[in-house]
Structures are given as structure tokens and as C-alpha cells.
């Protein structure tokens, strides 16, 4: 079994068990033992963050919403985001910690990201592929819906193809040593208490 199609089965297995409740208040479990599947693990947390993620974006397009809800709930998008994040770094030290002992080649090359940022894409193309078959499908909608979304449904699934197979083929690189890993832990400044000035309390 290739890593992506280990992946792919997780990340849907993960949409379909949230949307069983479909609450983004509903309790996390991870079905994966963080020492005895480290790598499913951290796979299945990972599509988690995102798929409750989606779900919060839905909300807060809600013309209606209250401010105080809306104003509540971007924090809880900030803080997804950092998770999401967090779990990139995570995972990208699991492919650190695989590969650590393959001999580089002298003319290895670099890749324009890391795995796990390529695994972050195919977590959020698992979810577009899964809402954009519902609105394929949905009974509701007129045909010329159905059909658009149909259209579009197909290019996902084979975008979905495309970013598995350079996946691969990028692992492949990395354990053969024709390219190298080499990780920037994360920049961001605006959670950050002395990098944004505002949460440093400066005023201008």
C-alpha cells in the first residue's frame, strides 16, 4: 500500500465519521494509538482539525450571524489554524525521523515543500471531493446543478490522483535520496505575544 493510498482512506474514513453528528462541537476520539500507529494517528487528527475547520468557515459566511458569535468563532478558526499548523510539523517530523539515515546524493535537490504540507492539500482536496459528491447528488438541486457539480466533482477526483502520485513520488525521492527533506519550523507572528504588536500591547 502506497503512503497516499493509506492516506486517502483515512482522510475519508475521518469526513464520514463527522458527519455522523456533523456538529463542530461534537467530542474527539482518534481511533489510532499514538504508539502503536503513530503515522495513521497523526493522519486522522490531522484530517480532523481540517474537516471541523470547514465546518466553522460554513458558519461564519452566515450573512445573519450574530458579532459576538462571529467574533467568537474567528478565534476558534485562529486556533484551528495553529493546530492545522502544528500537526504539518508533526507529521513532517515522522518523514524526518523515517528517512534520517538515507545517504543524500551530492546533486540531491530540494522540493518546493515538504511532505506534509503536500498531505496538508490532500486532506483539504478529501474534503472538497466529499461536499462537491453531495452537491452532485443532492436530490434537491436542479439538473443543471447536479451536472456543473458533477463536472467539477471529476476534476477534483482527478486532482486527487495527480497531488497522490507526486506525493509518492516525492517520498520515493527522499528515500532513495534523489531529493532531501529540509523543514522551517513555523514563522507566523500574529499569535505570537512578542511579534504582534498588538498582543505585545503596543499602541500606534
Known amino acids: 500500500m502506497t503512503f497516499t493510498t493509506l492516506a486517502n ?7 464520514v465519521k463527522y458527519h455522523h453528528i456533523d456538529d463542530v462541537a461534537q467530542e474527539f476520539s482518534n481511533p489510532y ?3 502503536e500507529n503513530l503515522l495513521e494517528h497523526l493522519l486522522y487528527r490531522k484530517c480532523w482539525i481540517d474537516t471541523v475547520q470547514w465546518h466553522y468557515e460554513d458558519i461564519i459566511r452566515d450573512p445573519n450571524i450574530d458579532p459576538v458569535s462571529a467574533l467568537t468563532l474567528k478565534r476558534k478558526i485562529d486556533a484551528s489554524n495553529q493546530d492545522r499548523t502544528d500537526m504539518v510539523e508533526y507529521i513532517d517530523s ?4 523515517k528517512y534520517k539515515d538515507v545517504s543524500v546524493a551530492k546533486d540531491a535537490r530540494i522540493n518546493t515543500e515538504s511532505p506534509a504540507w503536500g498531505v496538508d492539500r490532500l486532506s483539504i482536496l478529501a474534503l472538497k471531493v466529499y461536499h462537491m459528491n453531495e452537491e452532485a447528488t443532492r436530490v434537491t438541486a436542479s439538473t443543471e446543478h447536479r451536472a456543473a457539480c458533477q463536472i467539477k ?8 490522483v495527480d497531488l497522490s502520485t507526486a506525493i509518492d513520488q516525492l517520498l520515493e525521492d527522499i528515500s532513495t535520496g534523489v531529493k532531501y527533506m529540509k523543514v522551517y519550523k513555523q514563522m507566523k507572528m500574529y499569535n505570537d505575544d ?10 500606534k
Open 153 to 160: 466533482l471529476d476534476t477534483l477526483l482527478e486532482q486527487r
Open 9 to 15: 482512506k483515512i482522510f475519508i474514513e475521518t469526513i
Open 194 to 203: 512578542e511579534l504582534n504588536p498588538v498582543l505585545r500591547g503596543e499602541k
Open 94 to 97: 515522522y518523514f524526518l525521523e
Open 33 to 35: 494509538n499514538k504508539e
